[in-house]
């Protein structure tokens, strides 16, 4: 197992395109593939109303995680845990900087450039600021050592 330095991290979840999000959801752990974006430091989801947003209105508390491949069949993750926090409907400037950062990555690229205000919508935004960050990178390989959770 290798540890990641924090700059290593941060590319990581550059790089990266799905986050797995765990929260409290009635007192049970409840996770989710969510796609995000990196905005000023934070990790930045948009969702649909649910579980997950009544989950997060309960209890902010949240464990982020992301991984991929790398070399070989190794493999490099990213966990942190964070505080969510929803981006107000009528911050059109903070949710357009979000919408654009989803087109540059998912979608459109030129388009995104255009964007300077979104209208509110039922997608509630919400953002994490990273806590308590680690990464860990399997160093290639398929040892028993190497594997996640180390099987």
């Not at 550059?14 to 929260?23: F, N, R, V």
């Amino acid at each position: 197992m290798i540890e990641l330095d924090e700059e290593r991290c941060r590319l990581i979840l550059q790089g990266t395109d799905t986050a797995h999000l765990a929260c409290l959801a009635d007192g049970e752990p409840y996770v989710t593939a969510m796609s995000f974006v990196m905005v000023a430091g934070e990790c930045c989801f948009r969702t649909a109303r649910g579980r997950r947003v009544t989950a997060l209105r309960s209890d902010p508390r949240v464990c982020v995680e992301v991984s991929r491949p790398s070399v070989g069949d190794g493999w490099e993750s990213v966990v942190f845990s964070g505080v969510a926090r929803f981006i107000p409907e009528d911050d059109t400037e903070a949710r357009a900087e979000v919408v654009a950062a989803f087109l540059r990555k998912y979608r459109a690229p030129a388009l995104a450039a255009t964007i300077t205000s979104v209208l509110p919508t039922e997608h509630p935004m919400f953002a994490v600021l990273p806590e308590r960050m680690t990464g860990r990178a399997s160093g290639g390989g398929f040892e028993a050592n190497t594997l996640p959770g180390r099987i």
